[in-house]
């Protein structure tokens, strides 16, 4: 039972490359979320979906886009990574239940940019 | 709009002595509320939740919140802390009238000897 499996755990960028950051669930979940983690500030939230081929911004959407092609897979990009990108990531998953049961998330990918 | 309020930055206690860590929350619906544990270089744990029935909840490893809508707080307890809750705790919210599933900034729990 994998659940929420993101790849890659880290990676290390620098300025101005891009990458992109898969997320995947198996547990037929509809909404899917990105978060960024900073020290001192929690984790806030980049983009989310509803559902396949919907996604809308959360907080801090500039500089990364999204896609849900798939139902069970989540993916962030980066076009022109900078160092402000610099954090820890983690992608969630939950079902649509109007908000009682609680969100699953992945392991997390450290990424730095250099 | 949804949002939550970790009085807290940092608590300190000693080992066996009782554990709070305070959040406040902002709700246009009825919420939902969940406690997240993260240890050092991990990820994130589900302690408890709160979904409409009990207001007091029980959680994982002793712990548990209680719901209290006039004070809209969901602060989390634990009678005698041990030296493994040393680690950061997030209070999340979210309700039947978004997607949305919001964090507060955190709690940093540190546990003396």
């Known amino acids: 039972n994998a659940g929420v499996t993101q790849t890659p755990k880290f990676r290390v960028l620098k300025t101005g490359q891009s990458m992109t950051l898969l997320c995947a669930q198996d547990?037929?979940?509809?909404?899917m979320y990105w978060y960024r983690q900073d020290p001192g500030m929690g984790l806030r939230l980049i983009h989310y979906?509803?559902?396949?081929?919907?996604?809308a911004k959360g907080e801090v959407p500039d500089g990364y886009n999204v896609s849900r092609l798939k139902k069970q897979n989540f993916l962030l990009g980066l076009e022109s990574a900078a160092p402000s990108q610099t954090s820890v990531y983690f992608c969630a998953s939950k079902l649509r239940d109007r908000g009682v049961t609680e969100a699953f998330f992945g392991q997390g990918t450290r990424l730095t940019v250099v | 709009a949804q949002s939550v309020t970790q009085l807290d930055s940092h608590v300190s206690v000693s080992e066996g002595t009782p554990v709070l860590l305070r959040c406040n929350y902002s709700s246009s619906y009825s919420p939902s509320l969940f406690w997240y544990v993260q240890h050092p270089n991990k990820g994130l744990q589900l302690l408890l939740k709160y979904t409409s029935a009990a207001t007091l909840v029980k959680g994982i490893n002793g712990f548990e919140a209680e719901f209290k809508k006039s004070e809209t707080s969901f602060h989390l307890t634990k009678p005698s802390a041990h030296m493994s809750d040393a680690a950061e705790y997030f209070c999340v919210v979210t309700d039947s009238g978004t997607y949305k599933y919001i964090f507060g900034t955190g709690t940093r729990l540190k546990v003396l000897a």
């Open positions: 547990m037929n979940h509809e909404y």
């Open positions: 979906s509803v559902g396949e081929g919907t996604t």
